[in-house]
Every structure is written in structure tokens, then in C-alpha cells.
């Protein structure tokens, strides 16, 4: 009966024990969902789109060829355009802003070109003086036209080589307009810079002759008014006192059951006996079998071994101490009277005295 009043004292404490595990696992997810949630959060509203492009065109003015079976003129992807046979080129710029709002434009512009040779020289010329077109609703455009003579660029990058000593088998026409545009809108204000670089290449010799090449023909740029809104959650930081308050009470209970649980293990047999014993141990001897002899006339059970022990100090008599399997005896010899206690540890094996 109280072996079985200690198993269910100690499957309640391990019930507990479970439940209070469980209880500190939920909280700590509480208090990392908690923590993670923000208790101010950034809202970003998008209130005007807007695109900006800039978009070039050429026109090769050829002189008459057997190759090209004397075309006057060719544009984009019609063929190379072979250094010896282009005279002029003629390019258009075509600048385009574009609102989903309505707005009030003003674009100012200007566009400058660079001869270098890479890594060399650069000569900057302006091709276009500052300018400025406007425009009320929702887009603007404007187009500028340049006009670039071969011979000029040869004799331009002929001089300089000559004039600084070097050469190079490759030469670049950089065309660069810089577009300042401001948009007014109900909702704000776009105020950007745009800038759409066309490289025009010049290559001299090489097995795929002397040819001009055209790059950076399309440029875009997209962007957009935005509003930023800050909103406020303050039941986030309640919900964060609820579950440190809930994890510091799971925690606490977790440990104490713990303890009460560890308290609560049955001692192993052998340290059960060791603490029986060890008040008594000066006045024992441990004897290797039980004994015996033929004088004896009367056997007492004593009930407990302290009484067995007061018994032996009372006779100035040591206490025989036998043990066999989970069986210990105590004995005590006075004439023929055989003094004794015995208990029996738990456990499957061992023999009654």
C-alpha cells in the first residue's frame, strides 16, 4: 500500500511536470511571436507612376557602292556601316515623360559630345545649348536632331593624335544629352535627372574592316511618388507583458516540478540499506555466513535493528552482520540465546534468513 501510495504520488508529480513543459514551450513561442510582430509598422502608399525614355534614330548618308548597290541611306540593322562609305550621320533624340496624374512639366536639357580616344584623350563639344520645353497634363516630349560629318570626326581625332603623338586603332563619338526634369502633381512633386548616353563607335583595320557601330539606342527610367504611413500597434506590446508573465509562471513551475519530480525517485535498494546501517556501522561485524552452534535454545526477532543494536550494547556484544542476495540479518549472541532482525531489499532475487 505505500509502495503504491509513492507511484501515484510520483505519476502525479511527472503529470505536472508534462504539463508544465508544455506550458513553457507555448509561452516561448508566444513570447518569439510576440517579439517578432512590430509594434510600429511602416505602410508605403504609391500615389503617382511615372516613366521617362529616351529613344535614338540614325541615318547613314553613304556615297554610291557597288555593296550596297548604290543606296543613298542606310538606318538601323539595314547593314554595316563601313567607315569608307558613310559620309554623314544624321541622329535623333526623342525624349518622352509620361504621368498617370496630371501634372505641370518643365524639362530643360542640353546635350553634349565627347570625341576620346580610350584611355588617351577626350574632346568635349557642345552640340545643343541649353534649352527648356514645357507642357500641362500628363506627358511631354521633345526631339533634338545632330548632324555628324565623318570627315569631321577623322579630321578631329587625326588632329589630336597628331598634336599628342598617339594612336589607336578604335575611337568613340559619345552623344550625351542631360535632362533636368521637374513634374508638379496633386500628390507631389518629381524633380529628376535623366541622362541617355549613345556611343558611336569608330574601328580602324582588322579583318572586319573599318566600321562604325552604333550603341545605347533605348534608355528608361520608371519611378513613382510614394506616401509613408507609420501605424501604430499597441496591443502588440500588451501581448508581450502577457506572455513574459505567462513564461516566467511556466518556467517556475517547470523547475519546481523538476525538483519535486528528482526528489520523489525511489532509492536504489543497496543506498537504501547503506542508510539503514550507517548509524550502527562501529558497532557491527560482517560475517560470511550465518551462524550457528549447539548451545542455542531460544531464537528472538527483534523489530527493528536499533532495538537489536540496543540489545548488543546493553550485553557488551558485537552485532553479526550477514548478507545474502537482497537479504540482510543482523545477529547478536548472548549464551544460548540468538538475537536477531532481518529486512529484505526490493527485487527479484534473494532469500529469506
Not at 165 to 176: A, D, F, V
Not at 203 to 211: L, N
Not at 329 to 334: E, I, K, N, R, S
Request: proline share 5%; glycine share 8%; aromatic share 12%.
Amino acid at each position: 500500500m505505500k509502495d503504491l501510495k509513492k507511484f501515484w504520488s510520483r505519476y502525479k508529480l511527472f503529470i505536472l511536470l508534462v504539463v508544465f513543459a508544455g506550458l513553457s514551450l507555448a509561452s516561448i513561442a508566444g513570447v518569439y511571436s510576440a517579439q517578432s510582430t512590430p509594434v510600429k509598422e511602416e505602410k508605403i502608399t504609391t500615389l503617382a507612376t511615372y516613366r521617362q525614355t529616351g529613344k535614338y534614330y540614325y541615318l547613314a548618308e553613304q556615297i554610291p557602292s557597288l555593296l550596297y548597290e548604290n543606296r543613298p541611306t542606310m538606318g538601323p540593322g539595314e547593314g554595316t556601316l563601313y567607315i569608307k562609305l558613310v559620309e554623314n550621320l544624321r541622329i535623333t533624340f526623342d525624349y518622352s515623360f509620361i504621368c498617370d496624374r496630371s501634372t505641370s512639366i518643365v524639362t530643360g536639357y542640353d546635350v553634349g559630345m565627347d570625341v576620346e580616344s580610350p584611355g588617351k584623350w577626350v574632346k568635349h563639344f557642345t552640340a545643343v545649348p541649353e534649352n527648356s520645353v514645357s507642357s500641362q497634363g500628363n506627358n511631354l516630349s521633345f526631339t533634338s536632331e545632330l548632324f555628324v560629318s565623318v570627315p569631321w570626326f577623322e579630321g578631329i581625332r587625326s588632329t589630336i593624335d597628331d598634336e599628342t603623338g598617339t594612336s589607336s586603332s578604335s575611337y568613340n563619338l559619345r552623344i550625351r544629352p542631360t535632362i533636368h526634369t521637374t513634374a508638379n502633381t496633386d500628390v507631389g512633386t518629381v524633380d529628376k535627372s535623366f541622362t541617355a548616353e549613345l556611343v558611336v563607335n569608330f574601328s580602324y583595320g582588322g579583318a572586319e574592316g573599318s566600321q562604325i557601330t552604333v550603341s545605347g539606342m533605348d534608355n528608361a527610367s520608371s519611378g513613382s511618388i510614394q506616401r509613408t504611413d507609420t501605424i501604430n500597434h499597441p496591443d502588440v506590446e500588451t501581448h508581450r507583458y502577457i506572455f513574459y508573465a505567462l513564461a516566467a509562471f511556466a518556467l517556475s513551475g517547470f523547475i519546481g516540478s523538476l525538483w519535486l519530480f528528482m526528489m520523489a525517485r525511489p532509492e536504489k535498494p543497496e543506498k537504501l540499506a547503506e542508510k539503514m546501517i550507517a548509524p550502527f556501522k562501529e558497532a557491527m561485524v560482517e560475517v560470511a555466513k550465518k551462524p550457528a552452534y549447539r548451545g542455542q535454545r531460544a531464537a528472538v526477532r527483534m523489530k527493528s535493528l536499533e532495538d537489536l543494536v540496543y540489545i548488543a550494547e546493553g550485553l557488551v556484544k558485537p552485532v553479526l552482520y550477514l548478507t545474502k542476495g537482497k537479504v540482510h540479518t543482523f545477529y547478536v549472541l548472548d549464551g544460548p540465546v540468538r538475537y536477531e532482525y532481518s529486512f529484505k531489499l526490493p527485487g527479484k532475487s534473494g532469500s529469506k534468513a
